[in-house]
Each structure stands twice: as structure tokens, then as C-alpha cells.
Nanobody, 121 residues
Framework: EVHLVESGGGLVQLGGSLRLSCAAS????????MSWVRQAPGKGPEWVSR?????????SYADSVKGRFTISRDNAKNTLYLQMNSMKPEDTAVYYC?????????????WGQGTQVTVSS
């Protein structure tokens, strides 16, 4: 059974830092690209960042977090990370990790249950 379990969320002050983790099991983690997606109260989902399947793989970021957030992964530990620095109130959201792979049949993807991040001003 596939599991993606996020952790590390919480309450942080303006300008503070948090590190999110996403522990994966039940599938071949190293074969999947990974993303972080967030959803703020009353808003739709917002893609945050993506990393290719290999350790140290190519990364990409939404403009809203570029220069402040860093995505990384450890394939030996089946874990995805998101280091969030210089946090702002607009970063307040539930953060979800996503695993995805493009196949001949389409996209195969998995989602975690989310972790709440709240930034106070």
C-alpha cells in the first residue's frame, strides 16, 4: 500500500523557517518525480516546487517561493524535503507532497494527507 506522510508543519513567525518532510513507502520512490503543492484557506491548490527522480535532480519553483524555499530528496531514505526560509503570512497553507510518473497510460501519481503551516505576522 502506498503511503506519503508529511511532517514538520506548525506555527512560525514572519521571517522564520520550517523544514517539511515527506516519508514515502509502498512504491519505488527513486523512480518518481516529487512535488510540493499547497492550498491556502478558501483558495485552490498552488504548485510550489518539483524535483526530478534522482538525488540532486533538477528542481523548479513557483515564483512566489523562489529564493526562499529549497526542495531536496534522499532516495536512500525514501524522503522528500522542503526547506522554507524567510517565511511570509501568505505561505500559510496545507502543504501536500505528490509523487508522479509519466507512463504510456498517462500520469501515475500519489498524494499525502498534508501538513498545516501557519505563518504569523
Amino acid at each position: 500500500e502506498v503511503h506519503l506522510v508529511e511532517s514538520g508543519g506548525g506555527l512560525v513567525q514572519l521571517g522564520g523557517s520550517l523544514r517539511l518532510s515527506c516519508a514515502a513507502s509502498g512504491f519505488t520512490f527513486s523512480s518518481y518525480a516529487m512535488s510540493w503543492v499547497r492550498q491556502a484557506p478558501g483558495k485552490g491548490p498552488e504548485w510550489v516546487s518539483r524535483i526530478n527522480s534522482e538525488d540532486g535532480g533538477r528542481t523548479s519553483y513557483a515564483d512566489s517561493v523562489k529564493g526562499r524555499f529549497t526542495i531536496s530528496r534522499d532516495n536512500a531514505k525514501n524522503t522528500l524535503y522542503l526547506q522554507m526560509n524567510s517565511m511570509k503570512p501568505e505561505d500559510t497553507a496545507v502543504y501536500y507532497c505528490n509523487a508522479h510518473m509519466f507512463t504510456t497510460d498517462g500520469v501515475r501519481d500519489y498524494w499525502g494527507q498534508g501538513t498545516q503551516v501557519t505563518v504569523s505576522s
